[in-house]
């Protein structure tokens, strides 16, 4: 599914993953590039990495590619941020969680649940006599989906997590990350790799 | 901590760990960082490094401001003439805002810098306590770096990565907040340990072969090459390593005003100030050279004018260590990142020797008409109200070009910038990128103690010297020798002349009055004179010179003089204007 979304202005939905230190205030650090331009992160999830001590962030934000590779630059360049990539929607596998209250005698008595669960992918959490929370991964389209389905069943609450996202050609971080942790890094470190590839990137 | 004050060295690596305060841990940290001057101002959160200091004044010297601002500016200025790291003290809440300008001075100018603030105890934070201010919040936009301690153990580690930080790779505002807990904390000190790795921070990207080839193919087959200098030749001691490139290669070389000096004014090769204000020739000719080859500076926009008419018709080569700044205003074709001391030697090696006789004769066509059009009667007006151009060519005869630079912000600062000469590197002291008025006072004291053997001269305006005259306290206080020449046309000059050349001469604000400067100088003790008469000039510049100790000179210049030539906003590089 390609979801490129672009625009007239030849602006689209770009994704940033950012490997840092787990420290205080970086989270500050990265967002002020963003509010600096006066430029929206659409949304932000911040949490460990698979290695310890290590934290990925996976921005979402809507804008040209050249802007989005200066901003990459920006972030990188911050003293505890170890890496940055950024990736067009058809170069990550992505997914957002959604949670869904709904009231537990409607749901019951209108609704044919095992339906409603199987054609939206989505699970039952919690079922208790005055609600029942539901739960469903997928892309943006696919959590609005149920929204609209819950909707006339009095829908309670609802929240939906931030992207995560998985970059498809990516080999991880652990043998990066050793690389940087040399005095002198080998040829692995590579600073800006999208400025090595100025044909790939800065074809406008 | 008395037992420890007995003892002639210092804790730097002591045998076994000692017990001493926070404070003590910070103090020793600083003299292990070779760091001889503090430029601060004391108070409440501060209290227990002040409180320390009292037994350290025989290895450091702390020059007490009149103002915060003054010590970051001090700083910087000692920063920028040493190529040490300067530092400044501060205590929490107003003491901390007080040095936000300074940093971001600092950090748009790429000055090394480390603030130590103090603040608030630890278990006070967040309960809007006596000043307290979210110091680390309000400064992240304006460091390189910031970080707070809480725990006097953090100190020594916290402080070789602050040093570390500001002076690696491209150089930056640090600043450490310091809660008063963690001052007095006592712990078990095992000496300090510089920080040479952080695993996060890549100061020196990896040099590139290839690209050092092409640019040098480039550089090789060009006709009309063309070098654009920065501050980044001075801040990677390069100056030696750059003047060897220009030479082999014979490539005209202009300089940003950030990067002047790092070549002598007279060398041959050298052809004068790029920018809004700048030269003539190097305005002109960015936009009928071959290959831009731009080292060590960043493209501001003062430099470039309007970036779509910007030297279109190049090749760009952008040397430069920060890889973020490539690319950032505009696009290189050959992106060199690295050390410019590292990339210029490997860029010199494959360089051709070269003369390119008559398009260096281009530039030199054009420095003879802006000679005529500008500089003449900038220079040697004869009659009439007296110039700044003048007062620096006066300067010039007498300093030889041997002198520091200090200007702040204005028509004088690009009048001094334009005409002073500089026969040495880190003798153009300026606020560049900021522009901060009020810079030229404090970071003229700063510059004398970063380069005492040296004379240092702070050409300042007179709306500028009032924003920080408080300054003449600390020098009279530190006895430190600054000659400040005021350059007084009774107006904020440069914003004059922008309402007079863009606004219908609509004056809005921009007529100041001023106290009698030399009375001023005079309640601090501080010897001055009033200069109103060309013929007085001289002498009264050679008086400043010769005098022992500080001075203060006011020469009263033309009220309505424009500084010329000048590139308007919004215009190419080319469209430069000389009247």
């Known amino acids: 599914m390609s979801n490129s979304n672009e625009t007239d202005n030849g602006k689209q939905e770009f994704t940033i993953t950012a490997y840092t230190e787990n420290r205080i205030g970086i989270l500050n650090r990265i967002a002020i590039i963003f509010s600096r331009r006066k430029i929206n992160i659409e949304s932000l999830n911040t949490s460990p990495s698979e290695i310890e001590h290590i934290h990925r962030f996976n921005i ?62 989505a699970r039952v959490v919690v079922i208790r006599k005055d609600y029942t929370v539901f739960e469903t991964t997928g892309h943006r389209e696919e959590t609005d989906k149920l929204i609209e389905v819950l909707q006339p069943y009095g829908l309670i609450e609802f929240v939906r997590s931030a992207r995560v996202a998985i970059i498809k050609d990516s080999e991880g971080f652990n043998r990066k990350l050793r690389e940087f942790e040399r005095r002198e890094p080998g040829e692995e470190v590579i600073e800006n790799e999208y400025l090595d590839q100025p044909k790939n990137v800065f074809s406008m | 901590m008395e037992t420890i004050q007995a003892e002639s060295n210092t804790l730097t690596a002591p045998e076994k760990t000692v017990t001493v305060s926070g404070s003590v841990a910070l103090l020793e940290g600083l003299i292990a960082e070779g760091v001889d001057t503090i430029f601060g101002y004391p108070g409440g959160a501060i209290m227990p490094i002040y409180d320390a200091l009292y037994d350290y004044t025989d290895k450091l010297k702390h020059i007490l401001v009149r103002h915060e601002q003054g010590a970051t500016h001090a700083a910087q200025g000692y920063a920028r003439t040493s190529g040490h790291v300067g530092v400044a003290f501060a205590t929490s809440g107003p003491g901390a805002t007080n040095l936000v300008t300074g940093l971001a001075d600092a950090q748009i100018d790429s000055t090394p810098m480390v603030c130590i603030t103090g603040q608030v105890f630890a278990h006070l934070l967040g309960t809007d306590a006596f000043q307290e201010t979210d110091v680390i919040n309000i400064t992240t936009p304006v460091t390189k770096w910031n970080y707070q301690i809480t725990d006097a153990t953090e100190i020594p580690s916290v402080l070789a990565k602050a040093f570390y930080i500001a002076r690696s790779g491209r150089p930056g505002p640090v600043l450490i907040d310091i809660t008063k807990n963690a001052q007095l904390q006592l712990f078990e000190y095992e000496g300090y340990t510089a920080c040479e790795h952080i695993r996060s921070y890549r100061p020196k990207p990896n040099i590139r072969k290839e690209y050092i080839e092409q640019a040098a193919e480039l550089i090789n087959s060009a006709k009309k090459p063309f070098v654009l200098f920065g501050q980044g030749v001075l801040l990677g001691n390069a100056e030696a390593e750059f003047q060897a490139f220009i030479e082999k290669t014979g490539i005209p070389a202009a300089w940003t005003i950030l990067g002047a000096g790092a070549i002598p004014t007279d060398h041959p090769l050298n052809v004068g100030m790029l920018g809004m204000h700048g030269n003539y020739g190097p305005n002109v000719q960015t936009n009928s050279c071959d290959v831009l080859i731009a080292i060590g500076m960043r493209f501001d926009d003062r430099v470039t004018g309007r970036l ?140 004398k103690f970063g380069a005492p053997d040296r004379t240092v001269v702070a050409i300042i305006g007179d709306g500028g010297f009032q924003m920080t005259c408080q300054e003449l306290g600390t020098i009279m206080q530190s006895g430190v020798n600054v000659k400040i020449l005021i350059l007084n046309n009774r107006f904020l000059g440069m914003v004059r002349q922008w309402q007079q050349l863009f606004h219908d001469k609509r004056y809005s604000f921009v007529d100041i009055t001023s106290p009698d400067f030399v009375k001023l100088a005079d309640a601090y003790y501080i010897a001055g004179k009033k200069v109103t008469e060309r013929d007085d000039l001289g002498n009264a510049l050679k008086e400043m010179l010769d005098h022992d100790g500080s001075y203060l000179l006011e020469v009263m210049v033309a009220k309505e003089n424009n500084v010329f030539p000048m590139v308007p906003q919004g215009s190419s590089v080319s469209e430069i204007r000389l009247k």
């Open chain 1, 60 to 121: 979402v934000i809507h804008e040209t590619e050249e802007v989005v590779s200066k901003l990459a630059r920006q972030i990188e360049k911050q003293v505890e941020v170890l890496k940055v990539y950024y990736n067009r929607n058809e170069d990550i596998i992505w997914q957002e969680m959604a949670l869904y209250k709904v009231p537990t005698d409607v749901i019951a008595e209108k609704v044919l649940v095992e339906r409603l669960l199987r054609e939206n992918g």
């Open chain 2, 308 to 447: 779509d008419k910007y030297a279109k018709q190049a090749k760009v080569i952008h040397l430069d260590i920060d890889p973020a700044e490539i690319d950032k205003n505009v696009k290189a074709d050959v992106p060199v990142w690295g050390d410019c001391k590292e990339t210029l030697p490997l860029l010199t090696a494959l360089a051709e020797q070269k003369e390119h006789t008559e398009w260096l004769a281009e530039f030199r066509a054009y420095d003879k008409a802006e000679r005529e059009a500008v500089i003449e009667k900038e220079l040697n007006p004869g009659e009439g109200e007296m110039t700044m151009g003048e007062v620096l060519n006066k300067l010039n005869e007498l300093t030889g070009g041997n002198a520091v630079i200090v200007t702040d912000v204005g028509q004088h600062q690009m009048v001094a910038c334009r005409y002073a000469r500089f026969n040495e590197t880190r003798s153009n002291i300026t606020s560049g990128g900021l522009g901060t008025m009020g810079f030229g006072l404090p970071a003229a004291i700063g510059a």
